[in-house]
């Protein structure tokens, strides 16, 4: 059962625009939620994260915004940079599962120049 | 930022032997330490979770026998995978969490490339 969805695999934006990666979750114990970048044969690198008590944050070029009545997620990069082509995942947390992440399937985003 | 190596960053070994893949909190004290795997093209999969001084937590469905998960002090934490076979080649990837209030960003290692032939 995947509570944590990440229904495109793939992205592809042109630099300077921007990119908008989706995340939707089922289990509405969920309270906290963090965006992970990860390079091939790398571990992830935290990138932003928002409690359930706010809608909006925003870090630099990244944003994320919570929808909590409809259980969904994104993260804004604002302008994309080739650099930021990468495998990015959301991860999900509830409070008293001892911060235990659990990750949706990923979003591969191709930045093109 | 905090930093998490992990120890050997790939291993090939023969089926029926065992390995030993380490975790380290490099800069910050980690009480606790999660271990991953990630199959090709797929998320990350918790397979336990390991505290200091204590038993670690398996996931539903992890062989606790067969991944035998140590956290002998703050910044150490091993998984052995014993017995190995073919299907427990994968990317094993550990994370730590630091003391704190923000105690739900985890640190993640570089991970290990397991190839069992």
């Known amino acids: 059962d995947q509570q944590v969805k990440q229904n495109s695999p793939s992205l592809s934006v042109q630099e300077g625009r921007i990119s908008i990666l989706n995340c939707d979750y089922t289990?509405?114990?969920?309270?906290?939620f963090l965006w992970y970048k990860k390079y091939p044969a790398e571990g992830p690198t935290f990138l932003i994260s928002?409690?359930?008590?706010?809608d909006k944050n925003e870090d630099g070029r990244f944003t994320v915004f919570l929808n909590k009545s409809a259980k969904h997620l994104s993260l804004h990069i604002v302008p994309s940079q080739p650099g930021d082509s990468a495998v990015y995942f959301c991860?999900?947390?509830?409070?008293?599962?001892?911060?235990?992440?659990?990750f949706g399937t990923g979003t591969r985003l191709q930045v093109t120049l | 930022g905090a930093v998490v190596s992990q120890h050997p960053s790939w291993v090939i070994c023969k089926s029926g032997t065992s390995v030993k893949i380490e975790c380290r909190s490099l800069?910050?004290?980690?009480?606790?330490m999660f271990w991953y795997r990630q199959f090709p093209k797929q998320s990350l999969m918790l397979m336990a979770t390991?505290?200091?001084?204590?038993?670690?937590?398996?996931e539903q469905g992890v062989e606790k026998d067969k991944f035998l998960i140590n956290h002998a002090s703050l910044t150490l934490s091993t998984l052995t995978v014993t017995s190995a076979h073919p299907e427990d080649s994968s990317f094993y990837i550990c994370?730590?969490?630091?003391?704190?209030?923000?105690?739900?960003?985890?640190?993640f290692g570089p991970g290990t490339r397991l190839t069992v032939t």
């Open positions: 390991s505290n200091e001084g204590s038993k670690a937590t398996y």
């Open positions: 800069d910050f004290q980690a009480t606790t």
């Open positions: 991860a999900a947390s509830a409070t008293g599962t001892a911060s235990k992440l659990t």
């Open positions: 994370s730590a969490r630091e003391p704190g209030p923000k105690t739900y960003e985890q640190y």
């Open positions: 289990n509405s114990m969920f309270d906290y």
């Open positions: 928002i409690s359930s008590i706010k």
